[in-house]
């Protein structure tokens, strides 16, 4: 019998900038495994026919910008955590049923306990309303976190303060980086120019500031909290987490963190 290397990929439209694989190739070289991982790029109107076609020849997919709420509609079966955050990212086979899950929220997670171990009852300021927001939030509140959060469009964040029993914050001038422990950016600003969602004075030394935009890596708004002696999270820190538990969830072996965070850098 011939033995099939495994297949693996990630999925997204534009997908060119995908760290996944070299994420995941540098475990197959690590642990010996024999496998493959993939960039596939799936326009939005032909992914029900590639999950229904193509998926079948695949052990594993991550799913990507812009098809994680899209895809919940096409499993067979959703885990609890991606129920409630609305998003997938993960998809593997469970007793011939596609099971769609979450890691980005343990990701989250995973990265904010390297700098605070402890995150119970921590007062953590969310900002952004998005679909990065929604796991962030679902991961702090499992972890019994005080929650805050704030949108540049205050009617969502509203909507996610009352769905998930948090605060809303609406004026940012109303507060600073003195009331919190935490303060994490989930918005898109930050990504490839050097702005910041809050005033450059926001922060505070006894914040840890998590940024989960990961290019750049050094976000005007890390800067900014670093120049009055916070602690800071770069976004690498959560890609890697998330890809990590994927790890675990298709090959049931854990890898060592350094591993992939050598990938990312690559
Ligand atoms: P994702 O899935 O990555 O979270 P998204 O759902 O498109 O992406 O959400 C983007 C987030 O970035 C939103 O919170 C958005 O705020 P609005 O709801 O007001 O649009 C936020 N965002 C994007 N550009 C922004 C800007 N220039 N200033 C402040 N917030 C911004």
Request: net charge negative; hydrophobic share 45%.
């Amino acid at each position: 019998m011939m033995i099939m290397k495994k297949k693996f990929a990630v999925i997204g439209y534009p997908i060119k900038h995908s760290k996944s694989p070299q994420l995941h190739e540098a475990g197959f070289l690590e642990l010996e495994i024999d496998a493959s991982f993939e960039k596939l790029e799936i326009h939005p109107d032909d992914l029900s026919a590639w999950l229904t076609d193509e998926f079948i020849n695949y052990a594993g997919v991550a799913v990507t910008i812009p098809h994680k709420e899209a895809v919940m509609k096409l499993v067979d079966k959703i885990a609890p955590a991606a129920e409630k955050i609305g998003a997938i990212n993960t998809l593997y086979w469970e007793n011939e049923q596609i099971v769609g899950t979450n890691t980005d929220c343990i990701g989250a997670l995973k990265a904010l306990q390297t700098e605070c171990p402890e995150l119970s009852e921590k007062k953590v300021l969310i900002l952004g309303a998005g679909g990065a927001s929604r796991g962030v939030i679902f991961a702090l509140k499992t972890a019994n976190s005080k929650l805050s959060i704030w949108n540049r469009t205050t009617s969502k964040a509203e909507q996610l303060a009352e769905e998930f029993e948090i605060e809303a914050i609406k004026d940012l001038k109303a507060v600073d980086g003195e009331d919190f422990d935490i303060i994490i950016n989930t918005t898109s600003v930050g990504l490839k120019e050097w702005e910041s969602p809050v005033p450059e004075d926001f922060f505070s030394s006894r914040n840890i500031v998590f940024d989960i935009v990961y290019d750049p890596l050094e976000t005007k708004f890390l800067s900014d909290a670093e120049n009055v002696g916070a602690t800071t999270i770069t976004g690498d820190k959560m890609l890697v987490h998330q890809a990590l538990e994927q790890f675990k969830i298709w090959h049931g072996t854990e890898l060592e963190m350094e591993i992939m965070e050598q990938a990312f850098f690559e």
